[in-house]
């Protein structure tokens, strides 16, 4: 029953995310067609800020109220409800503290991290956001530990239409693409986007709330014990991802590039190249919540068998589906990147960095397992040396090669970082590595079943490079490669049962 319930939510969160990514990818399409590119370049660094600002307001309040009302579901006379209240009070007095400095720190801010004191405004609106915010990620989290993931899948599908509507409209009513212009417009979009969650999941909660009959067993102050370390692993990467966002496009300025040529180039790679190797992922994102969890129930119960099914095929799994997607972005990626509007630019940086997306997928589960089973302490470490070599990289590299700096910079890190995620976790668990089935065959697989796809494709006339014609091919590719492991994994179970058989008679005779 509740393997079925955990495929349902993955499969359901998955179609919804899927939803959300291919309208946020022509989101970006629109906003470079209509402000240009320099524009959505501005977007991306106001969402890096943005970003830092929400986390430090909301204490990553998703991961700590998922995981701490998962462990209080699974003791006797715990409460989820009470944890819930601890998270949303500790989240108001975060926001209120951030809000207080936003206002204060105001103009510093705009002249640091833009450069430009016609943002002033804008930042000084953000408290509403902050603090709308922070309340609806404690009530995600309470949803997805309840098991019901869709309800905090609808409020962000609520939450995207409502922010994508304002920000269509009010680019389009707006005179000039101004600094002042841009933050404007994401701010109020935002909002917009944030009250709408908020409502929706506070009505939700208030019709369907499980009951707790239970005093709960954390107080207010042991729920901030535990959630502090939970907090600084997030707080850490968002300071860490911020600053590396903004020193990009200051070390391009140093490569010979203009502002805007920087800005449109930080767009591009932000809009463009990270979100369409992102776009793959959909299914290990909508998972992760899940798996902190499981992994988590898991732990608490001590249940080390679970704990090392779970991770052995999440890893088998991962793998076999990161290295098809990262086969597919480095055959599609030029072609892709130009449809999207990035450009040969954006198209070969796609490709360029295709080859490291299995690293960046494997991040997703391996970083949901680790903070299930509550091991942030390394998790923030790991963070920080992975950052320190990607700024490392950036400040070094993108002065004296540009644009192929960024993509340095980021095979190092995401190789480096998720090799010691995946040393850590077998270690923890006891898991074996297994390379020939965890990645030799899926790249074998990968561009055999690559071959097979150009025959077929060749035989019924399809080709070029239009959107029709990739997913066509794409789609073949996939069944091949799929139906590839589906023999391959039942011929090994039909030789393991085989053994079985052989030895079972021996012993008997």
Same mark, same amino acid.
């Given at each position: ?332 990626? %030029?072609? $892709?990147?130009? &449809?999207?509007?990035? /450009? ?8 360029? !960095?295709? +080859? @490291? *997306? ?62 010691? %995620?995946? $040393?850590?976790? &077998?270690?923890?668990? /006891? ?8 990645? !030799?065959? +899926? @790249? *074998? ?65």
């Amino acid at each position: 029953m509740i393997r079925n319930r955990i495929i349902r939510d993955t499969i359901l969160l998955t179609a919804m995310q899927l939803i959300l990514d291919s309208a946020a990818l022509f989101l970006n399409g629109f906003i470079t067609r209509q402000l240009g590119a320099s524009a959505i370049g501005l977007f991306a660094l106001m969402g890096s800020f943005l970003g830092l600002a929400g986390i430090i307001s909301n204490g990553n309040a998703f991961l700590c109220t998922s995981r701490l009302i998962s462990e209080e579901m699974g003791k006797e006379g715990g409460n989820p409800n009470r944890i819930l209240f601890h998270g949303i009070k500790l989240c108001i007095i975060l926001s209120l503290t951030v809000s207080a400095l936003l206002m204060i720190f105001a103009r510093p801010a705009a002249v640091k991290f833009f450069g430009d004191t016609a943002v002033i405004t804008s930042l000084r609106f953000m408290p509403i956001a902050l603090i709308t915010g922070a309340v609806s990620s404690c009530f995600k989290g309470y949803f997805n530990a309840c098991r019901k993931a869709s309800s905090a899948a609808i409020a962000d599908i609520a939450e995207f239409i409502i922010k994508s509507a304002s920000i269509i409209i009010m680019t389009i009513l707006s005179e000039d693409n101004s600094q002042g212009t841009v933050c404007r417009i994401m701010i109020t979009s935002i909002i917009a986007g944030n009250v709408t969650s908020f409502l929706f999941l506070a009505v939700l909660f208030a019709r369907k709330h499980i009951s707790g009959s239970g005093k709960g067993t954390l107080s207010f102050r042991e729920y901030a014990g535990f959630a502090f370390p939970i907090m600084g692993g997030g707080i850490l990467t968002s300071i860490l991802s911020s600053t590396n966002d903004a020193l990009v496009p200051a070390c391009l300025r140093q490569y010979g590039d203009s502002i805007d040529e920087a800005l449109a180039l930080f767009g591009i790679f932000e809009a463009i190249v990270i979100p369409t190797l992102f776009f793959p992922s959909v299914v290990l994102c909508s998972m992760s919540g899940i798996i902190v969890t499981e992994s988590a129930r898991a732990s608490a119960s001590g249940n080390s068998e679970r704990l090392k099914s779970i991770t052995s095929r999440l890893i088998r799994y991962t793998m076999i589906y990161g290295i098809f997607a990262a086969a597919v972005l480095i055959r599609f990626g %030029r072609p $892709i990147g130009i &449809l999207l509007g990035g /450009g040969e630019i954006g198209g070969n940086m796609i490709s360029a !960095i295709a +080859p @490291v *997306v299995p690293f960046i997928y494997m991040e997703i589960v391996l970083e949901a397992m680790i903070k299930g089973m509550g091991l942030q302490g390394f998790s923030s470490l790991n963070y920080l040396a992975e950052y320190v070599i990607r700024i490392s990289i950036v400040l070094i590299a993108v002065p004296h090669f540009g644009f192929a700096g960024i993509a340095i910079s980021y095979y190092a890190s995401n190789i480096f970082g998720n090799t010691s %995620r995946l $040393i850590k976790l &077998l270690h923890h668990t /006891g898991v074996r590595f297994r390379p020939f089935f965890m990645v !030799i065959s +899926p @790249v *074998v697989y990968s561009f055999m079943s690559m071959a097979a796809a150009e025959l077929l494709c060749t035989i019924a006339g399809i080709s070029g490079n239009s959107i029709v014609s990739i997913v066509i091919f794409s789609t073949i590719w996939a069944v091949i490669y799929g139906g590839v492991f589906f023999v391959s994994h039942k011929l090994s179970s039909g030789e393991s049962n085989n053994r079985f058989f052989v030895q079972n008679e021996q012993r008997s005779i």
